[in-house]
């Protein structure tokens, strides 16, 4: 079965420090792979997925299917960063989404 | 544009008591979740729904039911309440696909906190 690792349950960094999350995956198949954000008191979003190759307020992550990560990038983290951050995967996209655990992301001022 | 409306927002349920978790979307999406969260382990699958019904288990099913009569509408049934049900619970919905072909994005509701004691 499918399955997301997020190794870092708290990550703090400093205001204009660089920022990764790291994501891993176990899915011997090409999945779809997201990130998904929740900021405070705010709904679970959708924040960037790898099909789409696009950059969300500054975020990168790139699939890497040798190392079954997509781990989650920005060069210069902002306070309003500060959120819990989930990576998620789908077998196909007509398939469940599973989650991983969660990375709370802390920027210090 | 309410999206994903959940309720309640709160409830507080003894051992051995049953509810309903109510969850609708006005988006005419076929595909709807529930998961709940647990802090430090992220979200789990409970219950999932590619359309009107049709349901399948997620990773954690056990002590959970769920329906799916309409496409508006996905509500999560807890028939004995145990203290290990204490979450958060999400209900989700998207698109079969996107424009694309490739999965859409999902829609959160605000979540219903459970407590069980």
């Known amino acids: 079965a499918q399955r997301v690792t997020q190794p870092e349950k708290l990550l703090s960094v400093f205001k204009g420090a660089p920022v990764e999350l790291k994501c891993n995956y176990s899915y011997s198949g090409s999945p779809e792979l997201f990130w998904y954000v929740q900021y405070s008191r705010q709904r679970l979003q959708l924040l960037l997925r790898?099909?789409s190759r696009e950059s969300i307020k500054g975020f990168t992550a790139d699939l890497n299917k040798g190392e079954t990560s997509f781990h989650l990038k920005k060069p210069f983290a902002q306070e309003e960063d500060s959120a819990m951050y989930y990576c998620?995967?789908?077998?196909?996209?007509?398939?469940?989404?599973?989650f991983g655990p969660g990375t709370s992301l802390s920027v210090i001022p | 544009n309410a999206g994903v409306t959940q309720t309640p927002k709160f409830r507080i349920l003894k051992i051995g008591q049953s509810m309903t978790l109510q969850c609708t979307q006005d988006m005419n999406h076929n595909y709807m979740y529930w998961y709940r969260q647990d802090p430090g382990m992220g979200l789990k699958l409970i219950y999932y729904s590619v359309g009107a019904g049709i349901t399948d288990k997620g990773e954690v099913p056990n002590g959970y039911n769920v329906s799916r009569s309409t496409t508006e509408d996905f509500p999560l049934r807890l028939e004995l309440a145990a203290p290990s049900q204490t979450s958060v619970y999400f209900c989700?919905?998207?698109?079969?696909?996107?424009?694309?072909?490739?999965?859409?994005?999902?829609?959160f509701g605000n979540g219903t906190r459970l407590t069980v004691t």
């Open positions: 989700a919905s998207s698109a079969a696909t996107g424009t694309q072909g490739y999965n859409s994005p999902l829609h």
């Open positions: 998620a995967l789908s077998k196909t996209s007509y398939d469940k989404v599973i």
């Open positions: 790898h099909i």
